[in-house]
């Protein structure tokens, strides 16, 4: 009979509901009422009691999880290239490449970071971790690229699932932006919620959003854009390219959430989109408390070929 799963309730989900939480947790790949029924058959207990589904949470408090046991089926491994930051027997940083997505999901079966992780490290992570997204503590959009941590053992996951959902982790993020900044260094303070316009999409929802905040610094303006550093002080879905495309600076060729300037000449428009067909976002710098250690480790992930020609177009344009 196989261990039950124990979750901690982070900081980031407290007074949350115990069935919305753990819809989105990482470490299950289960919908909202596939979670229900797990809660209404006694296969949930919160601090070792059985509550209903709508029950708050408390940060620090215990959540254990009878999953089925038929419960997932066995990823399939697959030779997919992925960088490695940095490696040992607790955890992986990985350099995630852009268009890759991260765990099998609907559209999604195979093809992505968690069948090449079980490559690499072997059908024991998921037998470890009991789950269609194993060891993963977040996650990055399919065409954002850059630094993710992977727990290899439940001792690390624990810990940096701790660590991202209290925000001691750092995470900093590297932007090409349309438009101009008169600032050089800011923040930007704005609840998040799903678009009633499009229900993939976020925006900004001052009555029904959820905290978010990104601080940004400029690091090279151009004629039509600009070089951000960004540094996430919350981790809400799409939060960079929901938040900067609310204040009319969307990321260049981000597809959901703004579009170059009408100014931008056509030939440099065509050249960009050629050279980056994707948003230019990449999570460029992690730094996290080794789980074993406890000594502070600082991952960086390469600025990627395609980001770094977009940039080299925007310094010098093509002649018209």
Request: with cysteine; net charge positive.
């Amino acid at each position: 009979m196989p261990s039950p799963l124990e979750i901690l309730v982070p900081a980031s989900a407290d007074n949350k509901r115990l069935d919305l939480f753990l819809a989105t947790a990482p470490e299950l790949s289960l919908s909202r009422s596939q979670i229900q029924k797990l809660v209404e058959s006694g296969a949930v207990l919160l601090d070792g009691v059985r509550v209903k589904s709508k029950h708050p949470l408390e940060t620090g408090q215990r959540i254990q999880i009878d999953l089925p046991v038929d419960r997932p089926s066995l990823l399939r491994s697959q030779k997919i290239p992925f960088g490695i930051l940095y490696e040992d027997k607790d955890l992986i940083v990985v350099n995630k490449p852009a268009g890759l997505v991260v765990h099998p999901g609907a559209g999604n079966p195979d093809g992505t970071l968690v069948n090449a992780l079980i490559e690499h490290l072997g059908p024991g992570l998921q037998t470890i971790f009991g789950s269609q997204r194993p060891g993963l503590v977040h996650r990055l959009d399919k065409d954002t690229s850059g630094c993710m941590v992977v727990a290899k053992t439940q001792d690390a996951f624990k810990s940096l699932t701790k660590q991202i959902g209290d925000h001691s982790a750092g995470r900093t993020y590297l932007a090409l932006v349309w438009g101009r900044f008169d600032e050089d260094e800011g923040s930007i303070d704005a609840p998040l919620g799903r678009s009633g316009a499009d229900r993939r999409k976020f925006a900004v929802r001052m009555e029904r959003g959820k905290r978010a905040v990104t601080h940004f610094k400029v690091r090279e303006r151009f004629t039509h854009a600009v070089l951000l550093e960004l540094r996430l002080e919350t981790g809400r879905t799409h939060q960079i390219r929901a938040h900067l495309s609310s204040i009319g600076r969307p990321i260049v060729g981000d597809p959901d959430y703004g579009h170059a300037p009408a100014s931008l000449p056509p030939a440099l428009a065509a050249a960009i989109r050629k050279a980056i067909p994707r948003q230019a976002l990449h999570a460029w710098k992690l730094e996290l408390e080794h789980p074993s250690t406890g000594k502070r480790m600082v991952s960086e992930a390469p600025i990627p070929e395609d980001f770094l020609l977009a940039q080299h177009l925007l310094t010098h344009p093509p002649l018209l």
